[in-house]
């Protein structure tokens, strides 16, 4: 284990530096100009009415070996942090089998390396009732440009017709086209399941799946541009019942392909354990948590590289296993930003998205009615083609179910992006969006963290697609539940793709993770991943240093609570008790890709008596899903107290 190191500004460094220049006088006016600007400038954002008015944010630099590609961070209820890199989106990693996990202590500094065993780069994660954190898919192969394809090849849908056996696919099976002869090897192995029977009519429903295979012969000789039928090379021979067809094989671009592969962490010996794969490989998936605490896995990649076709699949932590859902056959695009309502039986789709599928198809926001498999738009928002790459979230205590979207752009690497804040009552009669209010620049890649007080936090992006033309944007603001926009500190590292935000125990804002594509304003130089930290700590902390004001500090509080149970919180004695206007119980943040589905903050019933608070809890698993939660007390100063942490239950009933 190892400790972190700050970057801090040196500000006796500056006179010297300016002095050193006078005497030389080997430099021109305008570095000289902006030395002083730059004195000035950090002066003022030091100053205690500065930071009191806007808040601070510093910049965390790990040691050299503990540097890591954050491009996933989820917080556990240690109070540590779980960052993933797997791969890090660097193919000499992927093809070294070096993947990347550590555990970061945010109060210490302290690092811990994690065994890591397989590419998780680009998977989905989210909290379970257990305590643990679900990591699902990753990262089988990465993407191939035409211009270094050597061999043709494409997705190979393999089809069984058997109801009696499930077939395995080796690694490496022939499959010979049935019309040219032509061979190729499947890069893989798949399970194939039994076919299954359709309820109505008894009829034999074929199972299928997707495998990448590869021309044996190098060249334009192995490209097919029709569909073909295939035999299948099954290790005991080819069966009629198994068979295979492919519409195209080409040397254009092979994508990235997806892995099945699931895990759970366990944050306390802080290893991941090996649970049940999944029945389709994803890449680009989103995890939401159900009422029912099942986490279901929508959308990715395939293993084929190609994107799944409404393939939906529901994870049980009590049973390790997952189960596919035909019945919820659906088509979304890649991280698709995907709700649990208060309706057990209702999802939301906000629209915002990042990744893949085609500009129009499955782009519009709506409901998803999980008891009828059927999807009802929800009109109303802005710039409705600028939703990839923008965020959702709550806006205010999830009680409210108003959902606000906030910036995205265009699809793929279109350089248009836009400046709504759009939101939507999901409790209203006919819920559509309106509109909130607007950032100051266009904005993709913005992310979003739900405070204590109910407010949203906005921080970071970039004007254009993953930071081109140096267009990162050094912006944060706070966006009250009365939808006026403020203002805060400017992060001092730039953010765009492959970034994340998360609310710390502590009310503090940590950040990690930028992908630019490029490191200049001209295109021309590769970008490099920025492993830089950075922590924003809030106007109030500096308010109540001002004003002398303490926030309500918390004694004692009950380790897990039941649906619908009573609990009290005892606060620190003092002489006069915090007087506490809201508890929040917030679920805490697992974020990729500027997406967090399951972030979440409850307000919860309470009463108060001197240093005695007492919380009714409610008896709604699609309000309150069980897992664990960090609890704030907010107070009438505009404090709140450290996080408490809290395992939600079952009811007693149900227990």
Same mark, same amino acid.
């Given at each position: 284990?190892?400790k972190?190191?700050?970057?801090i500004?040196?500000?006796?460094r500056?006179?010297?530096?300016?002095i050193?220049?006078?005497v030389?006088g080997a430099?021109? %006016?305008?570095?000289?100009?902006?030395l002083?600007?730059?004195f000035?400038?950090?002066?003022?954002?030091?100053?205690?009415?500065?930071?009191?008015k806007y808040?601070?944010?510093?910049?965390i630099?790990?040691?050299?070996?503990d540097?890591i590609?954050?491009?996933h961070?989820?917080?556990?209820?240690t109070?540590?942090?779980?960052?993933?890199?797997?791969?890090?989106n660097?193919?000499?990693?992927?093809e070294?089998?070096?993947?990347?996990?550590?555990?970061?202590d945010?109060?210490t500094?302290?690092? *811990?390396h994690?065994?890591t065993?397989?590419?998780?780069?680009c998977?989905?994660? %989210?909290?379970?009732s257990?305590?643990?954190?679900l990591?699902a898919?990753?990262?089988q192969?990465?993407?191939?440009?035409?211009a270094?394809m050597t061999n043709?090849?494409?997705?190979?849908?393999?089809?069984?017709?058997?109801?009696?056996r499930?077939y395995?696919i080796?690694?490496?099976?022939?499959?010979?086209?049935?019309?040219?002869?032509n +061979?190729?090897?499947?890069?893989a192995?798949?399970?194939?399941?039994p076919?299954?029977?359709?309820?109505?009519?008894?009829?034999?429903?074929?199972?299928?799946?997707r495998?990448y295979v590869?021309?044996d012969?190098?060249?334009?000789a192995?490209v097919?541009?029709?569909?073909?039928?295939?035999?299948?090379?099954?290790?005991?021979?080819p069966?009629s019942?198994?068979?295979?067809?492919?519409?195209?094989?080409?040397?254009e671009? +092979?994508?990235?392909?997806?892995?099945p592969?699931?895990?759970?962490?366990?944050?306390i010996?802080?290893q991941?354990?090996?649970v049940?794969?999944m029945?389709?490989?994803?890449?680009?998936?989103?995890l939401?948590?159900?009422?029912?605490?099942?986490?279901m896995?929508?959308?990715?990649?395939?293993?084929?590289?190609?994107?799944?076709?409404g393939?939906i699949e529901?994870?049980?932590?009590?049973?390790?296993?997952w189960?596919?859902?035909?019945?919820?056959k659906?088509?979304?695009?890649?991280?698709?930003?995907?709700?649990?309502?208060?309706?057990?039986?209702r999802?939301?789709f906000?629209?915002?998205?990042?990744?893949?599928?085609?500009?129009? *198809?499955?782009?519009?926001?709506?409901?998803?009615?999980?008891?009828?498999?059927?999807?009802?738009?929800?009109?109303g928002?802005?710039?409705?083609?600028?939703?990839?790459t923008?965020? %959702?979230?709550?806006l205010g205590p999830?009680?409210?179910?108003r959902l606000v979207?906030?910036?995205g752009g265009?699809?793929?690497?279109?350089?248009e992006?836009?400046?709504?804040?759009?939101?939507?009552d999901?409790?209203?009669?006919?819920p559509?969006?309106t509109?909130?209010t607007d950032l100051?620049?266009?904005t993709?890649?913005?992310?979003?963290?739900?405070?204590p007080?109910?407010?949203?936090?906005?921080?970071?992006?970039?004007?254009?697609?993953?930071?081109?033309?140096?267009?990162?944007?050094? +912006?944060?603001y706070i966006?009250? =539940?009365?939808?006026?926009?403020?203002?805060?500190?400017?992060?001092?590292?730039g953010?765009?793709?492959?970034?994340?935000?998360?609310?710390?125990?502590d009310g503090?804002?940590?950040?990690t993770g930028?992908?630019p594509?490029?490191?200049?304003? *001209?295109?021309?130089k590769?970008? +490099?991943?920025?492993?830089r930290?950075?922590?924003?700590?809030?106007p109030?902390?500096?308010?109540?240093?001002?004003?002398g004001?303490q926030?309500?500090?918390?004694e004692?509080?009950?380790k897990?609570l039941?649906?619908?149970s009573?609990?009290?919180?005892t606060?620190?004695g003092?002489?006069a008790?915090?007087?506490?206007?809201?508890v929040r119980?917030?679920?805490p943040?697992?974020v990729?890709?500027?997406?967090?589905?399951?972030?979440?903050s409850v307000?919860?019933k309470?009463?108060q008596?001197?240093?005695?608070v007492?919380?009714?809890?409610?008896?709604?698993?699609?309000?309150?899903?069980?897992g664990?939660?960090?609890?704030?007390?907010?107070d009438? =100063?505009?404090?709140?107290?450290?996080a408490h942490w809290?395992?939600?239950?079952?009811?007693?009933e149900?227990?």
């Open positions: 284990m190892t972190t190191r700050e970057f500004a040196r500000w006796w500056i006179p010297v530096i300016l050193a220049l006078g030389v430099i021109t %006016a305008p570095p000289a100009v902006m002083v600007n730059n000035k400038h950090e002066r003022e954002i030091s100053s205690p009415d500065y930071q009191a808040g601070r944010w510093q910049v630099e790990l040691n050299g070996g540097r590609n954050a491009i961070a989820t917080m556990l209820p109070g540590k942090v779980l960052l993933i890199a797997g791969s890090g660097n193919v000499e990693m992927f070294a089998g070096t993947y990347k996990t550590i555990v970061y945010p109060s500094g302290v690092v *811990k994690v065994e065993p397989t590419d998780m780069f998977a989905g994660h %989210a909290h379970l257990n305590g643990n954190i990591v898919g990753g990262n192969g990465y993407e191939k440009l035409g270094k043709a090849g494409g997705p190979m849908t393999v089809v069984n017709e058997d109801p009696t499930t395995t080796p690694k490496g099976t022939v499959f010979t086209s049935n019309r040219n002869g +061979k190729y090897l499947s890069d192995e798949i399970k194939l399941p076919a299954t029977q359709d309820e109505m009519t008894g009829a034999t429903v074929p199972t299928e799946r495998v590869s021309s012969v190098e060249g334009a192995g097919l541009t029709t569909n073909h039928p295939f035999t299948v090379g099954l290790p005991g021979g069966t019942v198994v068979h295979a067809w492919a519409p195209r094989l080409t040397m671009k +092979k994508e990235y392909q997806g892995l592969d699931a895990y759970e962490f366990n944050p010996t802080e991941y354990e090996r049940a794969s029945h389709y490989g994803r890449w680009y998936p989103t939401t948590t159900l009422p029912s605490g099942k986490v896995a929508i959308s990715g990649l395939d293993g084929a590289g190609a994107i799944l076709d393939e529901t994870y049980d932590p009590a049973t390790r296993k189960t596919e859902r035909p019945e919820f659906r088509y979304f695009p890649t991280y698709p930003a995907i709700f649990s309502t208060t309706r057990d039986d999802l939301f906000a629209g915002p998205s990042t990744g893949w599928g085609p500009a129009t *198809k499955a782009r519009e926001p709506g409901f998803w009615n999980l008891s009828r498999n059927t999807f009802t738009p929800v009109p928002i802005r710039d409705p083609h600028l939703l990839e923008g965020s %959702a979230a709550w999830v009680n409210d179910q979207v906030v910036g265009g699809v793929g690497d279109s350089l992006s836009t400046r709504r804040i759009d939101v939507v999901l409790k209203s009669r006919k559509h969006f509109p909130l100051e620049n266009p993709r890649y913005p992310n979003l963290v739900n405070l007080s109910g407010d949203l936090l906005i921080t970071n992006g970039a004007e254009k697609y993953r930071g081109m033309f140096s267009s990162d944007l050094h +912006k944060a966006l009250g =539940q009365d939808g006026k926009l403020r203002k805060i500190a400017a992060p001092k590292v953010r765009n793709y492959h970034s994340t935000a998360m609310l710390l125990p503090q804002i940590l950040t930028s992908d594509l490029f490191s200049d304003a *001209k295109n021309q590769p970008g +490099k991943f920025d492993q930290f950075e922590i924003f700590t809030p109030e902390y500096f308010q109540a240093q001002q004003k004001l926030r309500p500090l918390l004692r509080g009950p897990t039941s649906l619908g009573t609990g009290v919180f606060l620190k003092r002489d008790p915090a007087k506490i206007t809201s119980m917030m679920v943040a697992s990729t890709h500027i997406t967090d589905t399951n972030q979440r307000d919860v309470f009463t008596s001197g240093n005695e007492t919380v009714t809890m409610p008896t709604d698993p699609a309000l309150m899903p069980l664990n939660y960090m609890v704030f007390l907010n009438d =100063q505009g404090q709140h107290s450290v809290l395992r939600v239950t079952k009811s007693v149900e227990q």
